[in-house]
């Protein structure tokens, strides 16, 4: 029996663990890098223990100190969680040599698995459908996928188009593949430009029993990272017996290496209905609290049962209604996808934690809280937001309105993305392939719920909460009205970055701004009449930030200095670090010429390679960093000089 378990993880996995383990009445241990000492986890632990360092390598890539750090707490069990070392055999087994219990999946069955080349030989020896595997120096045809070996979640993986550019893939992918897994191994397959991501979910005991719980598409996808995930399927749901052949293939994939605990077989279906292998992960999947929610089961509360070595039921209960969960990132899908780090000053989203709704409602799995920092050495998720209802389109309503009243203020995030993929009409109709951001189009799925218009009510919002809240704090004469003058002679006027707002409140309401009065306005909040209707701002301010939220959707405003510091300004043509991070290679000198577009330097950040392009064809004037060195945000990296 499991009396105290260490999570060999952080974030929102490690308190979706403990939050079972509690329920259990099992002891928690967290682990934790000196990054993530204030997370949310280690408070929520009821021991922890310090990992020095903060990088992944450093900290929880470390089996040894996750295993010691286990021993000197006194747990006798371990979760992985997912990513990191989750699916890796060598720490599998060390758990197990070290006399602790491994909450996972058989030694030989990670390693059958570990290697998709090698697992994809062993799905089709059991008669599952795979795509073959490509050799680097026979590819003629494109485009090709190159993916990791070892792990997932996007890294290492690369699309090409072109023969040109494999060689150059081939080195990224190897690259980010050892960075993330420990492991560079890559191999390549054909790439199907449309096609579903569909994924079923297998619960196997010690005694030979093998689930086929329940089947999720996940589709919607960036840089072939998940971001919508849903059960059921639309497409299985709409398509006769294409579920009974998914579950059949899963079983024998489970069967065929025998399979232990949580793990899903991932397959890539087309339309029709057909479909093939692409790999089994032999861990917890990041998107379980889908299937959770329509079956009813604590997927956590299984591992650990099966780990004790109970035996499972013969079959896994009915799934029931529909959910939809989506993964909410500090990042900016309009500039690639950029993530983002800081410091995240309100977070406040509708929803209980780490459990299922009763009845049609929202779940949330977060990793963070009001005041949590993103740093640069992790995945930028913030939470998973999930919604359950007795059919889809009623759960992505509720989970679009869930999204749209949240508070997220602080960092920039894929909120507004999220909101409008479950309000886009393909969506509603189980249209949702792997081509879904290029066929609607980034740019527009992208764009900010808060129209133009809706930005400029927000900003007077803004403007009138900060006069509010000046004659609050005022020690003289605080009783009159805001920008009150014996003899106006012009508005009030508010700057927000590029935004400016002119105005003035006198006894008879507002004036300055057309078929827009004022009803009542606090430090806080703003109600203003728009076109004869009602509307409430929310309004927060922090050190060089004013965030506003409403029924328009969330907006954010640049509160400018009031004297400029001249060290902050820049050459014409600098390229700026998007983000902290650490340069790890550069592809110019200073002196070269380039083209628009041409790659300059890739920086590696939130386990992720990014690249930085010279915006116009010029001349590398300057190039001020080097392979290894580390950047902070806003950091010049190169000057170019365009081409007069």
């Known amino acids: 029996m499991i009396t105290a378990l260490l999570v060999a993880n952080r974030g929102e996995i490690a308190r979706r663990v403990f939050r079972t383990a509690r329920d259990l009445g099992i002891a928690t241990v967290a682990v934790y890098s000196d990054a993530d000492a204030d997370s949310p986890h280690v408070a929520e632990a009821d021991s922890a223990v310090r990992l020095p360092g903060n990088t992944p390598a450093e900290t929880y890539l470390r089996a040894d100190l996750l295993i010691q750090a286990a021993l000197d707490a006194g747990a006798d069990a371990i979760h992985p969680g997912y990513g990191f070392l989750s699916e890796n055999a060598a720490f599998a087994k060390a758990v197990i040599d070290a006399g602790l219990i491994w909450v996972g999946p058989p030694v030989e069955s990670i390693e059958r698995m570990g290697s998709k080349i090698e697992s994809k030989e062993l799905m089709a020896a059991a008669g599952v459908p795979v795509l073959s595997k490509l050799d680097p120096n026979d590819v003629t045809e494109f485009p090709v996928l190159v993916k990791a070996s070892a792990g997932g979640g996007g890294r290492g993986m690369r699309i090409v188009r072109t023969a040109a550019d494999l060689d150059g893939e081939l080195e990224a992918a190897r690259s980010e593949a050892g960075s993330a897994f420990g492991d560079p191994t890559v191999f390549i397959e054909p790439y199907l430009e449309t096609g579903r991501h569909i994924e079923v979910q297998v619960m196997a005991d010690k005694h030979g029993t093998v689930w086929a719980v329940g089947e999720r598409e996940c589709s919607l996808q960036r840089r072939h990272q998940k971001v919508v995930e849903e059960a059921p399927s639309p497409l299985v749901e709409r398509t006769e017996g294409m579920r009974e052949r998914l579950f059949d293939a899963a079983r024998k994939a489970a069967a065929a290496i025998g399979y232990e605990g949580a793990g899903t077989v991932e397959f890539l279906a087309d339309e029709s209905g057909r479909f093939f292998f692409l790999e089994m992960n032999t861990r917890l999947q990041v998107e379980h609290p889908v299937t959770e929610c329509v079956t009813g089961l604590d997927l956590v509360a299984l591992q650990l049962t099966i780990a004790e070595g109970v035996e499972l039921p013969a079959e896994p209960p009915a799934s029931t209604g529909h959910a939809i969960e989506v993964r909410l990132y500090a990042e900016d899908p309009a500039a690639g996808w950029r993530p983002q780090s800081g410091t995240l000053v309100a977070f406040d989203i509708p929803g209980v934690e780490f459990t299922n709704p009763t009845g049609a409602g929202i779940r949330l799995d977060s990793g963070v809280r009001g005041g949590s920092v993103v740093g640069v050495h992790y995945d930028p998720m913030l939470a998973k937001v999930i919604a359950w209802a007795p059919e889809r389109t009623a759960a992505a309503r509720a989970l679009a309105g869930a999204l749209t009243r949240a508070k997220i203020h602080g960092l920039r995030t894929n909120r507004d993305l999220l909101v409008r993929i479950l309000r886009h009409p393909a969506f509603l109709a189980g249209d949702t392939d792997t081509a879904f951001f290029d066929r609607h189009g980034l740019d527009t799925l992208a764009a900010p719920l808060a129209d133009k218009d809706a930005e400029a009510l927000s900003a007077l919002a803004a403007a009138l909460a900060d006069a509010e809240a000046n004659r609050a704090k005022a020690k003289v004469l605080g009783r009159l009205p805001a920008g009150w003058r014996n003899v106006a ?102 002196g070269q010429q380039v083209e628009a577009g041409q790659p300059l330097l890739w920086l590696e950040a939130m386990k992720m390679e990014h690249r930085i392009d010279a915006p116009v064809a010029g001349v590398v004037a300057e190039l001020t960093v080097s392979p290894g060195d580390q950047v902070d945000v806003g950091r010049v990296l190169a000057v170019v000089q365009e081409e007069s």
Do not use: H, N, W
Not at 512 to 533: C, D, K
Not at 541 to 552: E, F, H, K, N, Q
């Open 489 to 590: 002679s012009q508005p009030q006027v508010k700057r927000y970055g590029d935004l400016e707002v002119r105005y003035r409140v006198t006894r008879d309401g507002l004036i300055g701004v057309e078929g827009v009065q004022l009803v009542s306005a606090t430090p806080t909040a703003v109600e203003l009449e728009v076109g004869g209707v009602k509307r409430r701002f929310d309004v927060a301010t922090y050190p060089g930030l004013a965030c506003v939220d409403s029924a328009y959707g969330a907006v954010a405003l640049t509160i400018p200095p009031r004297f400029a510091d001249p060290a902050d300004s820049v050459a014409a043509g600098s390229l700026l670090a998007p983000m902290p991070g650490t340069v790890v290679r550069v592809a110019v000198e200073a």
